[in-house]
């Protein structure tokens, strides 16, 4: 079973940066498919971004592809969320989850996550 804690989130203007660190107890972190989810109020969640096993694969939210970039250090069994030009609509409640033990490199923005953090706020002002 893999715990989750997530820091970094903050208060920044728009057009600032802020780096999201989940990291994860457990053996089996290296194994899985890592991914960053987002709640704005009134919202559903939804998937930001996400990681394989090996790092070879990723996927973005439309919405933030080419601004937002994962990537993990399996070393250090942490997953990292590098946000660039924040929007105000980037707004919400980050959440860090992780699948069970996944080798593949696709199939990522389907795959079922089911271990999750408590999250860390995210607040773009303009």
């Known amino acids: 079973q893999v715990q989750l804690v997530e820091s970094g989130g903050g208060l920044v203007q728009a057009g600032g940066s802020l780096r999201l660190s989940c990291v994860a107890s457990?053996?089996?972190?290296?194994?899985?498919?890592m991914g960053w989810f987002r709640q704005a109020p009134g919202k559903e969640r939804e998937l930001v971004a996400a990681?394989?096993?090996?790092?070879?694969?990723?996927v973005y939210a439309d919405s933030v592809s080419g601004r937002f970039i994962i990537s993990r250090d399996n070393a250090k069994n942490t997953v990292y969320l590098q946000m660039n030009s924040l929007k105000t609509e980037d707004t919400a409640l980050y959440y860090c989850?992780?699948?069970?033990?996944?080798?593949?490199?696709?199939?990522?923005?389907?795959?079922?996550?089911?271990?999750w953090g408590q999250g860390t706020q995210v607040t773009v002002s303009s």
């Open positions: 989850a992780s699948s069970g033990p996944y080798y593949y490199s696709q199939g990522l923005r389907s795959l079922e996550y089911d271990t």
């Open positions: 990681i394989s096993w090996s790092g070879g694969g990723t």
């Open positions: 457990g053996r089996t972190f290296s194994s899985n498919a």
